[in-house]
């Protein structure tokens, strides 16, 4: 099993064990809950990307997404207005 197909919670885990000496000794608490915060949000990406190459693509989402992107352009356009004299 490769180091990118173990789950963020499992990697944590042998880091912790490897530079602190987990769990006869540990972090400070609040580096402690800021580390599993960001597993936390490493294991809700992880999910999230798998979800989404397990999500089957159609053609439809694509329409979707390109009507997005067009409308979101759309509100960012800027109209240079020279004919006003300073």
Known sequence: MSDSAKSPLLLTLRWLSAHVG???TRLPDKAELLLLFATAA????RDSIVRQ???PSSHRDYNAQLRNYTAQRRKTHIVCDNSAKT
Do not use: I, L, R, W
Request: no cysteine; glycine share 0%.
């Open 42 to 45: 490493a294991t809700e990406d």
């Open 22 to 24: 987990f769990p006869a």
């Open 53 to 55: 190459s397990t999500k």
